[in-house]
């Protein structure tokens, strides 16, 4: 975590991650039908019943069309690679299903009868992580522009709502609290790091248990 070689190192997994949203759009998942996203694993409207346990992943790689699709898809790419750079590929990986996963626990709770899609929750996190990362001693000397810019983006996610537009506020909130508790797991050691994946797939394995929707 401390080496500065990890900085050089090409962003492994950040790619990986931008390349599976391609693939996905390519297969339909921008799509604005939405009985195309269902059939790709968006999570549909539940009216009692429970979400099967791949419509709490792979919503994270379905969009609602392409404006949406792309949004997702830069601001991943610039926070991703920003951590990718202070703390390699594995964090990386780690806080993208970490976040997304938890995202769409919370916003499930709150929004049942609503469709999951976006990697927003995931960005999220991994954003929240930047931040925290560069508190975390040895503290880095630009923090408080990152925290600034941080702060910043946070107040425009409020524009779009303001728009009329639906925005899945409970599952930002939701990952980027877990993207903060997903960091702080890794950084204190593989133990941690373990028990906190284990309780968000605890988590999601107890939702997405029967009865699923007949269709």
């Not at 921008?30 to 409207?45: E, I, N, V």
């Not at 792979?58 to 926070?79: D, M």
Request: hydrophobic content about 50%; some cysteine; charged content about 10%.
């Amino acid at each position: 975590m401390k080496d500065g070689k990890v900085g050089r190192r090409p962003d492994y997994a950040t790619w990986t991650l931008v390349a599976s949203l391609v693939v996905a759009a390519c297969v339909g998942g921008a799509s604005t039908d939405m009985a195309t996203l269902r059939q790709l694993g968006a999570r549909p409207p539940l009216w009692g019943f429970h979400p099967r346990p791949e419509q709490l992943v792979l919503p994270l790689f379905l969009h609602f069309g392409w404006l949406h699709w792309a949004c997702n898809l830069l601001s991943l790419l610039a926070v991703a690679a920003s951590v990718e750079c202070v703390a390699g590929p594995a964090m990386v990986i780690y806080l993208f299903f970490f976040s997304g996963i938890a995202s769409i626990l919370v916003s499930l709770i709150h929004q049942p009868q609503a469709m999951a899609l976006g990697c927003s929750g995931a960005v999220f996190g991994i954003w929240a992580a930047r931040v925290l990362h560069s508190w975390w001693p040895p503290q880095e000397p630009e923090r408080g522009k990152i925290s600034l810019f941080f702060a910043c983006g946070m107040v425009l996610t409020v524009v779009p709502q303001k728009m009329g537009l639906p925005v899945d506020n409970w599952g930002h909130w939701g990952g980027l609290v877990a993207g903060l508790i997903g960091y702080s797991a890794y950084r204190l050691g593989w133990i941690p790091r373990v028990l906190a994946m284990l309780a968000v797939l605890g988590w999601a394995g107890y939702t997405s248990r029967p009865p699923w929707l007949p269709f």
